[in-house]
């Protein structure tokens, strides 16, 4: 009997301990809002061209620049981006997913009149600490694109099976400068994996690679003062 009631004082005692300083409840992470600038360069290799075209005459690029609007929350952001891309495409013979160079109509000659769009996206990014200073970052998000410019495409023939040597305008080809069909709005997928360097608590400068819809990689800082 006696051990009963020693072991229920104990348990009294230990219940009843006041709390140790590090048995506190952290305190909540502050959340924080910032905007920030960011440039990129984009890829598009004729591996991806591929996808949607059987020859391309090489690969085009995308530069671009946005504004982003940030909220933070510990390790976690999510961020509102403004952009602009402009694309760098080659002049030449692209032929049609599924053609032959020989058939006629499966071959154009493409010319393209600054082909640019807007984006506007959110994005969701995840950080985990290195150092520090230093950190890893990954996120993935979703946007749309308004697309203007304008693509055009003449017919060609070709007298053997290397576009860019044995194609020409078609004299007799039915279209002539005509412009491509292509959608005023495209979606934006963003994937991106990269490194952020905080100097200092309201400076956050980051380096990213991944996809804004096509592989790309940038660089950017956000600034947070509220």
Not at 13 to 29: F, I, L, M, N, T
Not at 95 to 124: C, I, M, N, Q, R
Not at 140 to 168: E, F, N, P, Y
Not at 190 to 195: A, F
């Amino acid at each position: 009997m006696l051990y009963r009631v020693v072991f229920s004082v104990a348990i009294l005692v230990v219940s009843g301990a006041p709390a140790r300083a590090d048995d506190k409840p952290e305190p909540k992470e502050k959340t924080a809002w910032g905007m920030g600038a960011k440039v990129r360069r984009s890829y598009v290799p004729p591996s991806v061209q591929h996808l949607f075209m059987d020859g391309t005459p090489g690969t085009a690029t995308m530069d671009g620049a946005g504004i982003d609007f940030t909220r933070r929350n510990g390790p976690t952001e999510v961020v509102f981006g403004f952009g602009y891309d402009r694309l760098a495409a080659r002049e030449g013979y692209y032929l049609e997913k599924g053609g032959d160079p020989l058939v006629a109509g499966k071959t154009d000659y493409v010319t393209f009149s600054h082909p640019h769009w807007y984006t506007v996206e959110v994005t969701a990014v995840s950080h985990a600490r290195i150092h520090k200073f230093l950190e890893f970052r990954f996120g993935a998000g979703i946007g749309i694109g308004l697309v203007r410019g304008t693509i055009r495409q003449t017919d060609a023939v070709c007298t053997g099976t290397s576009l860019q040597q044995d194609c020409m305008p078609d004299p007799m080809g039915l279209e002539v400068n005509k412009p491509a069909d292509i959608p005023p709005v495209l979606p934006v997928v963003n994937l991106l994996v990269g490194l952020q360097f905080r100097p200092f608590e309201f400076l956050h400068i980051h380096v990213d690679a991944g996809l804004h819809t096509v592989p790309y990689v940038g660089v950017g800082a956000n600034l947070y003062l509220w």
